[in-house]
Each structure stands twice: as structure tokens, then as C-alpha cells.
């Protein structure tokens, strides 16, 4: 008996000579492919289109739908849509309003943006946002196209098709071709249409900030200037006066018993609350004395040191895997506690880096740094203990916020990501997925 997968993407045929095809998605107990006929008053879990059409869309953009994060979640550009968004494929069919991206390790089903049904006679059900593991998502791809290819291939654009997954399928088993693909989409480009000059600059970066850092540095600034932006990174933390230790990160055992499909947000406050338990402080306001001791360093020491990110577009540590110079971006005393714990958050996530960034973008490193901080800072144990979390009042928030030294949208964060204030955009959805 075979174990249920949590992705599917599956076609049937009701004409053995047709490309026209009954094709169903599923994300988890999410079925994003569910569709209500008004007139016929009945639901069903495909839609009908050209088998061939969808994948060649899915093939045509796979190294950016597998490799390209979303910047901003409430209004994505013309550019990203076409090559994300499900509606943007041809055929004239009622596609799933579904945007498809990457966070780094895990591929994003989401609403696209507007409504996230469709009117008329036929109306897409509602979903929320899904996340699938890429290795899962890679395989039931291939199974798809192999279907598609098996029923299609002496039809139209059949042998078009297999051109094309045979060219993806090549570029994959070639780890420089394959290397240079997934920059090109981390940097929002389509195969062999980024700067040879911008690949050639983050070819040279990757000897200092290695293959996941460069990454991270294009998913947090997409497009020609990305390189020039890391390598001023670069030079800002290498004259940073602020040298942190991230040594007890390597202390903590990630043994947190967590559900098979687990959240950034849920592995970061597991994380935090064990950092505490390490300490020796499980409660309560982290102290400065306390916050410095985790970098071996005082207090005074990097609340003084000049930020030398500050104009840069994300901030950035370099070091030998265990001492870091850091270039900082804020200096009020609550967003640089919150900076300096997202680096240590990093240092969780990736222990063995030499090179790490904080930044903006969605991929699960940077949302796993987030909750680090929060939860580091703020823990909802202890936020629910100080509010009423079930009628949070603004002065109660900023109450808390004061107590816990941290802005009030730490306070605010934490509440929404627990379910008990409604998302305000789908930024703070995607954030929480």
C-alpha cells in the first residue's frame, strides 16, 4: 500500500486522442484545484484544459517557479506574475488562481493576487497558503510531464513539450549549468537573459559568501545591481567594529519534536525557547547584560558600534563559523537587539556558514530569523501572561512591547501568527506559512 503524498498534480484523459485533460491540485488536505459549477450545482476537485498547455507552462518557467522568491506578496510585478501565476498560461482555459514560488527548500501554492476566487458560472473554492518540499515538488512535476509526454507526445506541441524537458532535465544534471540556472531565477531572470557581467561578479563573490549566501543576497535584491549590493555588504562587515561570537549556537541540540511539515516560525520559537532553557533565563525580559553575554560581547559595546549597513539594502556578517564582524543597519536600542537576534537565529539555521545576511526577503531563512527574534525576545508564553490576547488593546501592546524592549510590531506579530489578530495583507500570511 503506498503512502499518500501531500503534493499531487494529476491528469486524466476522458479522450484517449484528446490533450484536453481532468486535472486536479492538491496541497496538503487543500485541494486548490476544487471548483463549483453554479449552473450544474455541483463540486468537483479538477478542471479541464490542455494537459500540454500546463506543462509547457510549468517547464517553460521551472527554474523560476523552483528557484525565485516573491518580494512583496500584495502587489508582485507584470514580469513575476507571467511566470507565476497560473492564470498567465495560455490556452483559454478557467485556470486555479494559484501563484507558484520558491522560499528556498519549500515551494509556495498561494491566492493570487485579487480575488482569490473566480466568478462567474464556475468559481474556484477559497484556499490558504500551502507550502510543499521542493524535493516533492521537483518529483511530481517529472511525474506529471512523463504523463503528459505518455498520452501526448504524437499530438500538437507534444514533441515542443518533450524538447523542452529533456532541455530542463539536462541543465539539472549539470551541477555548473544547473548552479548558473538557479542564480539567474534567484535573480529574477529567465535562462540566458541576466547580465553576463552580474553571473560573472557573484561567480567571484562565491568564494567569500559561498553558494547559499549568494543566493540569499539575490533573493534580497533581485536584478543587475544584486552583486554590486553584496560585495558593498561584503566590504561593510569586514569594517564593522561590531565582532560577535555565535559559538552556543552550535549548543543547541534541534531536537524539538516538531510536526513532519513544520513552519519556519514554528523550528524558530522551538530554538528560542531551548536558547533559554540554555541560559538559564526561561521567562521574562532578556536583560542587556544577559543579551550581550550570548554573543561574548557587552552590551554597551554593539549598542555603540556605528551601523555600516545602514544604506545598504540588508545587513551582513563575516567570520570563520564561529566569531563574526557584523554590519548593522539600525541603531535604535530595540531594532538592534532585534538585528543582532536575527543573526543569531542565522547562525541556528546555518551553523556551519561563514557568511550570512538579514534581510527582507521571504525565503525560509530570512522568515526563520524573524521568529527567531520574536520569540527570543518576546515569548508568546510569556506576551499571553501580560495581555489579554483575546482583546489586545493598542495601549496593551505598547505596554508589553516596553516590557519585553521591543517594538510594538513584535507584540503585534506575535498575536496575529498566533491566530489571535486577522492578517492585515498577504505579506504577514506568507510570512506566518
Known amino acids: 500500500m503506498s503512502a499518500v503524498k501531500y503534493f499531487t498534480l494529476a491528469a486524466s484523459w476522458p479522450a484517449a486522442r484528446d490533450e484536453v485533460a481532468d486535472i486536479s491540485l492538491r496541497v496538503g488536505d487543500q485541494v486548490i484545484s476544487r471548483i463549483a459549477d453554479i449552473e450544474k450545482q455541483t463540486v468537483r476537485d479538477y478542471f479541464r484544459a490542455s494537459s500540454i498547455g500546463l506543462a509547457l507552462w510549468l517547464a517553460d518557467n521551472w527554474w523560476r517557479l523552483r528557484w525565485e522568491t516573491i518580494r512583496d506578496a500584495r502587489l508582485p510585478s507584470v514580469d513575476w506574475r507571467l511566470r507565476h501565476e497560473l492564470n498567465s498560461a495560455s490556452g483559454g482555459a478557467l485556470w486555479p488562481p ?76 549539470d551541477p555548473e549549468l544547473a548552479a548558473w540556472r538557479r542564480l539567474e531565477a534567484c535573480l529574477g531572470f529567465d535562462p540566458d537573459d541576466a547580465p553576463d557581467e552580474v553571473i560573472d561578479a557573484f561567480v567571484k563573490l562565491d568564494a567569500v559568501a559561498g553558494e547559499d549566501g549568494v543566493e540569499e543576497a539575490a533573493h534580497a535584491q533581485p536584478g543587475a545591481d544584486s552583486a554590486h549590493s553584496l560585495n558593498l555588504a561584503i566590504e561593510a562587515a569586514r569594517e564593522s567594529t561590531v565582532e560577535i561570537d555565535l559559538s552556543l549556537a552550535d549548543d543547541l541540540g534541534g531536537n524539538w519534536n516538531l510536526p513532519r511539515y513544520a513552519s519556519p516560525w514554528q523550528m524558530a520559537e522551538a530554538a528560542a525557547e531551548e536558547l533559554r532553557a540554555l541560559i ?69 539555521w546555518r551553523k556551519d556558514a561563514s557568511f550570512g545576511i538579514v534581510s527582507r526577503s521571504k525565503t525560509d531563512r530570512q522568515k526563520f530569523q524573524r521568529a527567531f527574534a520574536h520569540s527570543l525576545l518576546c515569548p508568546f508564553s510569556d506576551l499571553q501572561r501580560v495581555v489579554d490576547v483575546n482583546d489586545p488593546t493598542a495601549e496593551a501592546m505598547k505596554t508589553a512591547a516596553r516590557r519585553f524592549g521591543v517594538h510594538p510590531s513584535v507584540v503585534r506579530n506575535q498575536l496575529v501568527y498566533k491566530g489571535y489578530l486577522p492578517f492585515e495583507n498577504k505579506n504577514d500570511e506568507t510570512e506566518a506559512a
Open 280 to 348: 538559564g533565563v526561561p521567562r521574562g525580559l532578556l536583560k542587556h547584560a544577559v543579551f550581550g553575554d550570548l554573543f561574548k560581547a557587552r552590551w554597551s559595546d554593539l549598542k555603540s558600534a556605528t551601523a555600516t549597513a545602514r544604506t545598504l539594502p540588508y545587513g551582513a556578517r563575516i567570520g570563520d563559523g564561529r566569531k563574526f564582524h557584523a554590519a548593522l543597519q539600525t541603531t535604535a536600542s530595540h531594532d538592534r537587539r532585534f538585528e543582532l537576534a536575527r543573526q543569531f537565529g542565522d547562525a541556528i
Open 98 to 173: 494559484v501563484m507558484i514560488y520558491s522560499v528556498g527548500n519549500r515551494i509556495a501554492f498561494a491566492p493570487s493576487v485579487g480575488k482569490n476566487v473566480v466568478g462567474g458560472p464556475q468559481s474556484y473554492f477559497d484556499f490558504k497558503i500551502g507550502m510543499v518540499s521542493a524535493e516533492e515538488y521537483e518529483r511530481e512535476l517529472d511525474a506529471f510531464f512523463e504523463s503528459v509526454l505518455g498520452h501526448c507526445a504524437g499530438m500538437a506541441d507534444g514533441g515542443t513539450l518533450k524538447n523542452v524537458v529533456l532541455q530542463i532535465a539536462t541543465e539539472r544534471q
